[in-house]
């Protein structure tokens, strides 16, 4: 919407100009409200982004242990964009920025769809919540960041049906060809969402209707294809295990989650973040919000009549949210490196339930939308805010202990103690990877194992390969078989007893120990 449009519309409707500044006030705030982010994946992303910007700093070293293939992922857009803004600010504050454009594009992303398709755009606000679902807090940066892009390419495919520009169809591209660079999943979501809003939003069934605006998954088509041909996506079994140096251990089929299952386990893929009931909470409250607005726009509803084709075309909203569950059903649950496929669709399709439940004016929907959507909005704010902050001060000194280390060496981590009290994720899993974001060097575990990495250990002359799950079973580490090529050891454990380095324990110098965090130097480092 042009900004004149937007300004105007703010004059008309202050209250609701209002609401929207709170809610997306209240969708940033918790990213910027502690020192550390509780999202579990994100140091491994965060040192991803150290090695591809500081790749020739002499001061970090991360050269003598990492090469860079950037043909072999797809995952590059949030890699980069992190990485420009490196260059303007500290890492991590780029990183936050990123979150922050993901954190206020996700509801008005879904405010662009519902305008699109003649809803009531203020549902949107409701979207809000879903900021902090359960992949954000996994670390799955590159996936939550491509949701708005799902939504807002929507929006702009219906627009184009409308009214077709070739300026509106290079828009959609770049949107669409961002969206495959940051998540395969979200783009294939979309390529289905968008067949079928083609199929139904056209004015006509003739091809005079669509094909210029379908031609905009040309380039992201040629984008996946080419990845396809460069990674391991669709290598058979042996090339797959051989791939890597060897590392690829996972199983190289496709798995499906049972049917059933599915559906007990969908309330736990929509918010569940902490071992409490405070996300249970919220969702309890959106779902009632959302059934209220639904109930009095339903009998607002216009029953004027309307012919066959005006019909399908004013009912893309509810064709999409049944269109994105039967895929949410039919899809694997994982193959090969890629964990968990369906789960993470389920956001996804909560939110396309917006649009689809919205009508284009809901009576009093400043008592019964607006205000109960802004007063939750605030209330998941203070809640996310709250436990990133006690988060910080469970992670303790982990930042002091690290700092301990010398610039530009090798570091294992053993985190015999992954589970946080505050949230409900592993969160301390990959906590070692704040080494290389801060010190350089390697560290591991490290995603360099994985084909979704843009960065990757050498076949030879990396380091030892570590069973499969080593991250999740640290009780399978010797000192013989995988410690003797590393400079130092982080353990996060409270059973300060524990000698992870059996016969071996006299090689190893306890550097500093600091609640559960302790880091131990290896005095010969490179023989067995």
Not at 4 to 28: F, I, Q, Y
Not at 123 to 133: I, K, M, R, S, T
Not at 196 to 217: N, Y
Not at 366 to 390: G, W
Request: net charge positive; aromatic share 14%.
């Amino acid at each position: 919407m042009p900004l004149p449009s937007l300004l105007t519309r703010a004059r008309n409707e202050p209250l609701t100009a209002l609401a929207w500044l709170l809610v997306l006030t209240a969708c940033v705030w918790p990213l910027w409200a502690s020192g550390l982010l509780p999202f579990m994946d994100l140091p491994q992303h965060l040192a991803t982004v150290r090695v591809l910007h500081s790749y020739n700093d002499p001061t970090f070293g991360v050269s003598h242990y990492f090469g860079i293939e950037l043909g072999r992922t797809q995952y590059l857009a949030w890699y980069f964009l992190v990485d420009w803004l490196t260059y303007l600010m500290p890492l991590e504050t780029a990183a936050r920025v990123v979150f922050s454009l993901y954190a206020v594009g996700l509801p008005l992303s879904l405010a662009a769809l519902l305008r699109a398709h003649g809803r009531d755009p203020r549902v949107a606000l409701l979207a809000a919540p879903f900021v902090y679902n359960p992949f954000l807090f996994m670390g799955f940066a590159n996936y939550v960041t491509a949701l708005p892009l799902v939504f807002w390419g929507l929006a702009l495919l219906q627009d184009e049906l409308e009214s077709f520009s070739w300026r509106g169809w290079l828009g959609l591209t770049l949107v669409t060809l961002l969206l495959f660079y940051d998540h395969a999943i979200a783009f294939i979501l979309y390529g289905a969402l968008a067949g079928m809003t083609v199929l139904l939003g056209a004015r006509g069934v003739h091809p005079r209707h669509w094909w210029r605006q379908s031609l905009h998954m040309g380039p992201p088509a040629l984008a996946m294809l080419w990845w396809t041909r460069q990674s391991l996506i669709l290598a058979g079994a042996d090339e797959w295990h051989k791939g890597l140096g060897g590392r690829n251990v996972a199983p190289a089929d496709i798995r499906f989650k049972p049917i059933l299952e599915r559906f007990t386990s969908f309330p736990e893929f929509l918010l569940d973040a902490y071992p409490d009931d405070a996300d249970e909470k919220i969702l309890i409250a959106w779902i009632t919000i959302l059934a209220l607005t639904w109930t009095i726009g339903r009998a607002a509803v216009n029953r004027s009549k309307l012919s066959a084709r005006d019909t399908l075309r004013a009912h893309v909203p509810e064709a999409l949210l049944v269109t994105s569950f039967l895929i949410y059903i039919a899809c694997p649950i994982s193959y090969k490196w890629i964990w968990p496929i369906s789960d993470r669709l389920v956001p996804a399709v909560a939110l396309l339930a917006l649009p689809a439940l919205a009508r284009t004016s809901t009576p009093f929907r400043t008592f019964t939308l607006v205000i109960p959507a802004t007063i939750l909005a605030l209330a998941m704010s203070f809640t996310h805010a709250d436990r990133a902050r006690k988060f910080t001060e469970e992670a303790g000194p982990i930042r002091e202990v690290l700092a301990q280390a010398d610039r530009g060496k090798k570091l294992i981590s053993l985190i015999y103690q992954p589970q946080s009290a505050v949230m409900k994720w592993p969160a301390f899993l990959h906590f070692g990877q704040y080494y290389t974001v801060e010190r350089g060097g390697m560290a591991n575990f490290s995603f360099a194992n994985f084909p979704q990495s843009p960065v990757l250990f050498p076949d030879e002359g990396g380091p030892p390969k570590v069973p499969p799950r080593f991250e999740w079973t640290p009780e399978v580490f010797t000192m013989a078989e995988h410690g003797f090529w590393y400079d130092y050891f982080l353990i996060r454990d409270a059973n300060v007893n524990r000698n992870p380095f059996g016969a071996q324990r006299g090689n190893v110098e306890l550097v500093v120990r600091k609640g559960p965090w302790a880091l131990y130097r290896n005095l010969t480092p490179g023989k067995k």
